[in-house]
């Protein structure tokens, strides 16, 4: 009896791991040793707009095997684990509100734990470290048989994005005083003139009597 139960071990922990789906991005502490190799990725400042250490960026990460995907939020400086990825996010921005096209872009290291053969041990390897642009994908790629990591969102502000020009060049309506253009007041316009009273008919004038 207890040698079939632990014959069965090996197959009951094999089920388990193949039932799950994806882990949550916070399930699991980043390992020292890629926490240390990230923080060699200093996020840099820009002179416009939000600090960086204030924005909050949105990427997307896709597990190919199973075909699921998550969003990470996260600010510059973190590193979040799903399963034996990590993913650190050193810094983003985007281009101004008025600018056309507009563009994204995320500094991120991508970390995964796997054998480098059959017959080496599992060991975490940096497999991608660079700029991501949502509108421009081709010009930086993850190449991983297994994860993809891409930017969606950069969240800033800048100074004065309220007064865009697009803002400008359609203002609010605001109440116009009554007049013409030129400013001269509009006279108002006169009382409607009331009826006058009918004349009263005069009594007709008597014949002379002869005396």
């Given at each position: 009896?207890?040698?079939?139960?632990?014959?069965?071990?090996?197959?009951?922990?094999?089920?388990?791991?193949?039932?799950?789906?994806?882990?949550?991005?916070?399930?699991?502490?980043?390992?020292?040793d890629v926490a240390a190799a990230a923080a060699s990725a200093q996020a840099v400042e820009s002179e416009?707009?939000?600090?960086?250490?204030?924005?909050?960026?949105?990427?997307?990460?896709?597990?190919?095997?199973n075909n699921l995907s998550q969003d990470l939020v996260m600010k510059p400086g973190e590193s979040r684990r799903v399963g034996n990825?990590?993913?650190?996010?050193?810094?983003?921005?985007r281009t101004l509100p008025w600018e056309s096209p507009p563009e994204v872009g995320a500094f991120v290291q991508v970390f995964?734990?796997?054998r480098a053969n059959a017959e080496s041990p599992l060991q975490w390897r940096k497999v991608f470290s660079g700029w991501l642009f949502r509108n421009s994908p081709s010009l930086n790629v993850v190449e991983h048989p297994v994860y993809d990591v891409w930017v969606k969102d950069c969240a800033m502000k800048?100074?004065?994005?309220?007064?865009?020009p697009a803002a400008a060049a359609s203002p609010s309506s605001a109440a116009k005083p009554s007049g013409s253009a030129s400013g001269t007041p509009t006279p108002a316009p006169s009382p409607a003139s009331s009826p006058k009273p009918a004349a009263t008919p005069k009594p007709a004038a008597s014949p002379a009597v002869g005396l």
């Open positions: 009896m207890m040698r079939r139960a632990l014959a069965l071990l090996p197959v009951l922990a094999l089920a388990a791991c193949n039932s799950g789906g994806e882990p949550d991005a916070a399930a699991t502490e980043v390992p020292r416009y707009g939000t600090p960086v250490k204030d924005r909050v960026a949105t990427l997307g990460l896709l597990n190919k095997r990825v990590v993913v650190k996010l050193a810094s983003c921005e995964v734990e796997e800048f100074p004065g994005e309220e007064d865009s």
